[in-house]
């Protein structure tokens, strides 16, 4: 190759590379600041295809989404002198791109490390000042809007970022204070459940006495109509029969001491011993039954 064509490739090499240090890129999720020997030149690079001065210019990028810093969990004390340990995480944003590049040097590492750290001195004041109920349950929610509040305030002031949100995962009594609470829950379940046994048992005797007492008054009630209805009958039949023997008394008087045969020798081994001048023998002796 001549030393032509040798100049020409090394002038097309430089070429290119005063054009990729001249040219660059920032995507929509990337915030950027160009430092022009050490210095920042532009604090808020936007969106898009920008040029630098070669060799002078340097571009920092970062993440512009939004960041979790998932913070490690901590030991704190309520106002009843009660400890907890909770567990957190932030979600936030770069917002002031030159703030957060001189207070971190860019690095993410450094902005979740001073952002857990005063998120864990807001939440070991808020904690503070509340109940162990207020934290668990009762103003939990208040107390997470009100520590984002303030965070966002002393973020944005200090690293340049905007907080949008803090949570906390979970709330743990200590291992040693965990078991105790777990013996009088437990204890307390019992409790009730000794307490609804006793109400059932008192219940199913209401209600068994009650059954009782229903059954009785029904047998009761039953048999005084089934009296009734005895006695009922045996008076129309005591009528009937009264009125049938008063229609013809001297053949019911037949009637009867033929039955009174029938039944008395009805046996052929029957043998009974009667003075033959008795009432019993009077239809035998006379036809109309005198003596």
């Given at each position: 190759m001549s030393n032509k064509g040798i100049f020409t490739l090394v002038l097309l090499g430089v070429l290119v590379l005063i054009g990729a240090n001249t040219v660059y890129i920032v995507n929509e999720f990337e915030r950027a600041v160009v430092l022009r020997f050490g210095a920042v030149v532009n604090p808020n690079v936007q969106p898009g295809v920008h040029v630098k001065i070669p060799f002078a210019d340097r571009v920092r990028k970062f993440d512009g989404r939004i960041l979790t810093t998932d913070a490690r969990p901590e030991s704190f004390y309520t106002v009843e002198n009660k400890r907890l340990i909770v567990d957190s995480y932030a979600k936030w944003r770069i917002k002031d791109v030159e703030t957060y590049y001189k207070a971190t040097g860019g690095q993410e590492e450094i902005a979740d490390a001073r952002l857990a750290s005063r998120v864990a001195d807001g939440l070991r004041n808020e904690v503070g000042t509340r109940t162990l109920h207020e934290v668990v349950s009762?103003?939990?929610?208040?107390?997470?809007?009100?520590?984002?509040?303030?965070?966002?305030?002393?973020?944005?002031?200090?690293?340049?970022?905007?907080?949008?949100?803090?949570?906390?995962?979970?709330?743990?009594?200590?291992?040693?204070?965990?078991?105790?609470?777990?013996?009088?829950?437990?204890?307390?379940?019992?409790?009730?459940?000794?307490?609804?046994?006793?109400?059932?048992?008192?219940?199913?005797?209401?209600?068994?006495?009650?059954?009782?007492?229903?059954?009785?008054?029904?047998?009761?009630?039953?048999?005084?109509?089934?009296?009734?209805?005895?006695?009922?009958?045996?008076?129309?039949?005591?009528?009937?029969?009264?009125?049938?023997?008063?229609?013809?008394?001297?053949?019911?008087?037949?009637?009867?001491?033929?039955?009174?045969?029938?039944?008395?020798?009805?046996?052929?081994?029957?043998?009974?011993?009667?003075?033959?001048?008795?009432?019993f023998f009077q239809y035998l002796k006379d036809a109309e039954g005198q003596k």
């Open positions: 009762g103003e939990r929610d208040a107390l997470m809007e009100e520590l984002t509040t303030e965070m966002n305030q002393t973020a944005m002031a200090s690293l340049g970022v905007e907080v949008l949100d803090i949570r906390v995962k979970r709330i743990d009594l200590p291992d040693d204070v965990s078991e105790s609470v777990f013996d009088r829950m437990a204890a307390d379940r019992e409790k009730e459940a000794r307490e609804y046994r006793a109400t059932g048992r008192e219940q199913a005797e209401v209600i068994r006495a009650d059954a009782d007492r229903q059954r009785t008054v029904l047998l009761a009630n039953a048999y005084r109509d089934a009296e009734l209805l005895r006695g009922d009958g045996d008076a129309q039949a005591a009528a009937i029969y009264a009125q049938a023997f008063n229609q013809n008394p001297d053949f019911y008087a037949f009637v009867r001491s033929l039955n009174a045969y029938r039944k008395t020798f009805d046996g052929s081994d029957d043998l009974m011993v009667v003075d033959p001048s008795s009432e």
